[in-house]
């Protein structure tokens, strides 16, 4: 029989120990910073009702669903849309949960949640079809105030920050104060708005003229004058809280929903400063419009300032109702969203992330093999102690044991020979520094505490 060949498909990251410990650290860095500022966790099943994910999505969202059915089932559907699909996101299963949840959740509410989501993604580089989103979000009952909008970014920069992946903006703008100033230049329509937005997005690709150039074509028919406010509308950039604040002031009067958005921004990004996050830290940018018709208030994009080509690093904003298609309270939040799987993979592509070390601390290597009870005495204790230990359990030389701990990463390997065990002794190996010393039974507890101490420290 020919053996099926081992592969994975497209738009999968599955990766070695090594990488996959730089992954999870990754994972343990967000989860940490979460909880700091008092989110609690929260999974949904992976398989939800199609009906209850396709709500209010559709278009290009439901091009890309996976759905589910069961072996059992097949020859038995019927013609239609199966009854089962895999998440595409993590904010329509919020929804779905928040809405059956309602009478015993507090608000506001206060989740993060970090699993893997589907999306049928056409096969590209840096493109995946599975993917861990790591979310939070704050949701209110009836309202919530514009001080949670605040709050983000200081949880943001809290993340960013203990991830060291390099020098970081938050970039701040208002979806009420964009519609707003569209609405004084007499584009009122939501769906021109939409459209105007998505050229202007083409910005960076296009250029200036080309963008220019489609406003006042035939098309939009935006006079050149109209064309131009717009480019120097979503051109402004802020170098501190002062000149952001100046530059929101210098935009002029305008409609009523662009008062609310200034007003709005003027607040979050006064508080954002009284949260500790640094002036060098967060800036307004008014090109940022995220999800058109999602996001109602404030929006974020998160950008590595070395690294502009990997794009936004964590996103989000402030919508109105979350679960207004599952109940009729009124739900409004305020979150964001990073993409670890492909934040992980274009940081390691741009070489700023190096292979982790093991989580093994220790290799306790077999000398002789009628001693094996004497090593897992010892690495009962060492285990005992909070130092995660290997026992080498079916023996060999030692320079292969020693050769198998360096290849899997492990930086010090213990020898309990005859003669050792004879002068109440342990020998220690430090792989990385190629050097070993001998350490009473007694202290090498002790011992190996302060050289993984030492080691942790100096990377």
Same mark, same amino acid.
């Given at each position: 029989?020919? *053996?099926?060949?081992?592969?994975?498909?497209?738009?999968?990251?599955?990766?070695?120990?090594?990488?996959?410990?730089?992954?999870?650290?990754?994972?343990?860095?967000?989860?940490?910073?979460?909880?700091?500022?008092?989110?609690?966790?929260?999974?949904?099943?992976?398989?939800?009702?199609?009906?209850?994910? *396709?709500?209010?999505?559709?278009?290009?969202? +439901?091009?890309?669903?996976?759905?589910?059915?069961?072996? %059992?089932?097949?020859?038995?559907?019927?013609?239609?849309?199966?009854?089962? !699909?895999?998440?595409?996101?993590?904010?329509?299963?919020?929804?779905?949960?928040?809405?059956?949840?309602?009478?015993? &959740?507090?608000?506001?509410?206060?989740?993060?949640?970090?699993?893997?989501?589907?999306?049928?993604?056409?096969?590209?580089?840096?493109?995946? =079809?599975?993917?861990?989103?790591?979310?939070?979000?704050?949701?209110?009952?009836? !309202?919530?105030?514009?001080?949670?909008?605040?709050?983000?970014?200081?949880?943001?920069?809290?993340?960013?920050?203990?991830?060291?992946?390099?020098?970081?903006?938050?970039?701040?703008?208002?979806?009420?104060?964009? =519609?707003?100033?569209?609405?004084?230049?007499?584009?009122?329509?939501?769906?021109?708005?939409?459209?105007?937005?998505?050229?202007?997005?083409?910005?960076?690709?296009?250029?200036?003229?080309?963008?220019?150039?489609?406003?006042?074509?035939?098309?939009?028919?935006?006079?050149?004058?109209?064309?131009?406010?717009?480019?120097?509308?979503?051109?402004?950039?802020?170098?501190?809280?002062?000149?952001?604040?100046?530059?929101?002031?210098?935009? /002029?009067?305008?409609?009523? $929903?662009?008062?609310? /958005?200034?007003? +709005?921004?003027?607040?979050?990004?006064?508080?954002?400063?009284?949260?500790?996050?640094?002036?060098?830290?967060?800036?307004?940018?008014?090109?940022?419009?995220?999800?058109?018709?999602?996001? $109602?208030?404030?929006?974020?994009?998160?950008? &590595?300032?070395?690294?502009?080509?990997?794009?936004?690093?964590?996103?989000? /904003?402030?919508?109105?109702?979350?679960?207004?298609?599952?109940?009729?309270?009124?739900?409004?939040?305020?979150?964001?969203?990073?993409?670890?799987?492909?934040?992980?993979?274009? &940081?390691?592509?741009?070489?700023?992330?190096?292979? !982790?070390?093991?989580?093994?601390?220790?290799?306790?290597?077999?000398?002789?093999?009628?001693?094996?009870?004497?090593?897992?005495?010892?690495?009962?204790? *060492?285990?005992?102690?909070?130092?995660?230990?290997?026992?080498?359990?079916?023996? %060999?030389?030692?320079?292969?044991?020693?050769?198998?701990?360096?290849?899997?990463?492990?930086?010090?390997?213990?020898?309990?020979?005859?003669?050792?065990?004879?002068?109440?002794?342990?020998?220690?190996?430090?792989?990385?520094?190629?050097?070993?010393?001998?350490?009473?039974?007694?202290?090498?507890?002790?011992?190996?505490?302060?050289?993984?101490?030492?080691?942790?420290?100096?990377?």
């Amino acid at each position: 029989m020919a *053996l099926t060949p081992a592969r994975t498909m497209p738009g999968v990251l599955e990766l070695l120990p090594l990488d996959q410990i730089a992954f999870q650290r990754m994972l343990d860095v967000i989860r940490r910073n979460y909880e700091r500022f008092g989110f609690l966790p929260v999974e949904t099943p992976v398989i939800e009702y199609s009906d209850v994910l *396709l709500t209010k999505t559709g278009g290009e969202t +439901e091009r890309q669903v996976y759905f589910v059915q069961s072996t %059992g089932a097949l020859g038995k559907a019927e013609e239609g849309t199966p009854e089962l !699909a895999l998440r595409f996101d993590l904010t329509v299963p919020l929804a779905r949960y928040v809405a059956e949840h309602e009478r015993d &959740l507090s608000f506001p509410f206060r989740r993060y949640q970090m699993q893997k989501v589907y999306r049928g993604e056409r096969a590209q580089r840096g493109r995946f =079809r599975e993917f861990y989103q790591c979310d939070i979000d704050v949701i209110g009952k009836d !309202a919530l105030s514009v001080r949670y909008d605040a709050e983000i970014p200081a949880v943001i920069y809290s993340v960013f920050r203990e991830l060291d992946i390099g020098p970081f903006t938050i970039q701040l703008n208002n979806r009420k104060l964009m =519609r707003g100033y569209f609405e004084g230049l007499g584009i009122v329509d939501a769906e021109q708005q939409m459209l105007v937005l998505r050229e202007v997005d083409k910005l960076d690709k296009r250029g200036t003229d080309y963008v220019r150039d489609t406003l006042t074509g035939e098309t939009f028919g935006l006079s050149a004058e109209v064309a131009q406010k717009i480019l120097a509308f979503v051109q402004v950039r802020s170098t501190s809280l002062q000149d952001a604040l100046d530059k929101l002031d210098a935009l /002029g009067a305008g409609p009523e $929903t662009m008062e609310q /958005g200034r007003s +709005e921004l003027k607040e979050v990004l006064g508080l954002i400063h009284d949260f500790g996050v640094p002036q060098t830290h967060y800036a307004l940018n008014l090109s940022i419009a995220r999800g058109l018709d999602y996001y $109602t208030g404030t929006v974020y994009e998160t950008t &590595l300032n070395d690294h502009s080509q990997i794009g936004s690093i964590c996103s989000g /904003g402030r919508y109105e109702n979350l679960a207004g298609q599952y109940t009729k309270s009124h739900l409004p939040g305020v979150g964001i969203s990073i993409g670890l799987t492909r934040l992980y993979w274009q &940081l390691r592509d741009a070489g700023l992330i190096d292979t !982790a070390k093991s989580t093994v601390d220790v290799l306790v290597t077999q000398m002789d093999e009628a001693q094996l009870p004497a090593y897992l005495a010892l690495a009962g204790e *060492l285990r005992g102690a909070g130092i995660a230990t290997e026992v080498v359990l079916e023996g %060999g030389k030692l320079g292969r044991q020693f050769k198998y701990a360096d290849r899997a990463g492990i930086r010090f390997v213990v020898v309990l020979g005859e003669d050792e065990l004879a002068r109440g002794v342990v020998t220690v190996k430090d792989l990385r520094r190629e050097d070993q010393f001998e350490v009473a039974r007694g202290e090498l507890i002790k011992t190996l505490r302060v050289e993984l101490e030492q080691a942790a420290a100096m990377g």
